[in-house]
């Protein structure tokens, strides 16, 4: 049974930092790629950024680069996403997924996490 299991969401001001984790048991992870989603209510879940376990590979959407870095340890099966210099916008429900490429549709991860809140004031 794989699971993922995020955490690190909360409340922070504009220009600020979080760092989400997503803790993931259950499946060889080395053979697989992670990623991050984030979603607002009544919109489309959209991507942020995804990184292959194996070599390290990351990709990431225009809105988050230059900002946020994904990252994985793999001692811990934990995969992070520091956020810095946050935004208003980047205020969602943000989700882990695993999949087994590294894609940056939903369509391509087959497990999700719960989801954990970040809310940027501005």
């Known amino acids: 049974q794989v699971q993922l299991v995020e955490s690190g969401g909360g409340v922070v001001q504009a220009g600020g930092s979080l760092r989400l984790s997503c803790a993931a048991s259950g499946r060889t992870f080395s053979t697989y790629a992670m990623a991050w989603f984030r979603q607002a209510p009544g919109k489309e879940r959209e991507f942020v950024a995804a990184i292959t376990w194996r070599a390290g590979t990351t990709y990431y959407a225009d809105s988050v680069k230059g900002r946020f870095t994904i990252s994985r340890d793999g001692a811990k099966n934990t995969m992070y996403l520091q956020m810095n210099s946050l935004k208003h916008e980047d205020t969602d429900v943000y989700y882990c997924?695993?999949?087994?490429?590294?894609?940056?549709?939903?369509?391509?991860?087959?497990?999700w996490g719960q989801g954990t809140q970040v809310t940027v004031s501005s």
């Open positions: 997924a695993s999949g087994p490429n590294l894609g940056v549709r939903r369509y391509d991860y087959d497990y």
